[in-house]
């Protein structure tokens, strides 16, 4: 599935001719586990707060002498009415990424702040680097006006979003600071080190929110391969962005079991031998689905194994005006999208069943932007979306889950490159790609990193989350 203005457009000659003609230049986005190349500088807004600070020193993939910490130095500026004032100190003209302790951020003028480390940026950041902002969740931050400064970032994050080139992202992460449970560098590292480095290439403009796990469930993020022998069930294996999310957790040392209908046999075993995992043919919305996806574990793996993550990928459309759209079409979007992953749920989430979900697991649903916004002729994938979205909250807000330190999280993809949307008519299509901050459409490999993020057992605190991995498209917004 190869964009042809992308290829294009990282040409020479190529760019010189897209530029002419007025088209977008889409930039080849840097993924995998790669940091930025350039230095990350570190800035603070409202105080000196050492959240993110501490964080980034627990990153021990990124070099510390990659780190311009303008907060810890500053330096006196003389404005043009001859005052003098301490402002952080300037940093080089090319770096890797910027990213803003905004925490403590509670007043109007804090926000000056942000935009005066924000400003050089827009230049300055690289192809593919990173804005990273970091507050905390506005509601909880007291006085009328602080709540309003938290707000504010939002606005200026997804506008930032907006105007970065080149294929640099800005984000947003909200911490909890002033409750009881408040967020640790340990509980963000993991996120983080996500925002930085490539595996987050297509989540752009968005809002994350990072809470804090209990003592013990929240490990260190040293391994390259997190999901070592670690039993993962991924359903709708058999193609495009399910084989993607396959992929990326064998890359990252699970057993993978690959479960999609017989019809899609031939697709499911072969991506089961080229990622060394087992193939389970099953149609999902069997009444005994769940029975099914863990008896194939204790069978495959012994009766004391777990699942640590199950990936509910599976879905269909069946796209019709709602004028035009019967029974059959609504029941089978909503069964195969929906009904048939809170059956599964139910059952794996059983403590004593052989092959259940294990303690510390992960469920990770896929919504869409659709879910988010509705869309035309899509109804019944906008109602089953949706409903994902609010099952994630449900489930995430459950106390004994929590408890048994078993998180719940979704990605809502936007305009993904799959053989699901190079049956869209052309002109549509070139809509959906270029309609977005990075005038392009994501990869499979980029929907699979980022639910291999949430399922890292270092991301235990993250839980009822939606994140959408769209390029910040503004369709769906
Ligand atoms: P796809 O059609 O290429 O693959 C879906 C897979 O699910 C297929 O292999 C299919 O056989 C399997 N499947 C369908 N019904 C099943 C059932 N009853 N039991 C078991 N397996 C079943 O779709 P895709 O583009 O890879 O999408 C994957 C997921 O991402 C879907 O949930 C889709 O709604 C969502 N999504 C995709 C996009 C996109 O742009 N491609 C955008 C938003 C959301």
Redo the contacts with the bound molecule.
Sequence with gaps: MSDFLTNLASTGWGRTVTKQLGLPQPARLRRGRTLPQGPVVLGAAGGTPSLVRETLALLAVLPQDALVDTAATRVTETTEDGETRQVPAPYPAKIGALVIDATSATAIADLETVRGLLRPAMKAVETSGRVVVVGVEPETAGAPTAVATQQALEGIVRSVGKELRGGATANLVRVDLLTDEPTTPTDLASTLSFLLEGRSAYVAGQVLHVGHAAEGRVSEISSERPFEGQVVVV????????AGIAEVFARDGAMVVA???P??GE?LSSVANKIGGTALQ????APDAGQRVAAHVAQRFGDAARIHTIVH?????RDKLLANTDEERWGSVLE??LA?QIRINDVLLDASLPGGLDEGGRVVG?????GIAGNRGQTN?AAS?AGVIGLVRAMGADERLARRGITVNAV?????E????ARVPLATREIGRRINSLQQGGR?VD?AETIAWFAQPATAAVTGRVLRVCGQSQLGA
């Design positions: 359903t709708g294996a058999g193609r495009g962005i399910g479960v999609d209908v019809a899609a697709g099953l149609d999902i919305t990928n599976a879905g269909i459309t195969v999208n048939a896929v919504a869409s932007t659709s994938y979306k809502a993809p936007g305009f993904i799959t053989e699901m949307t499979p929907v």
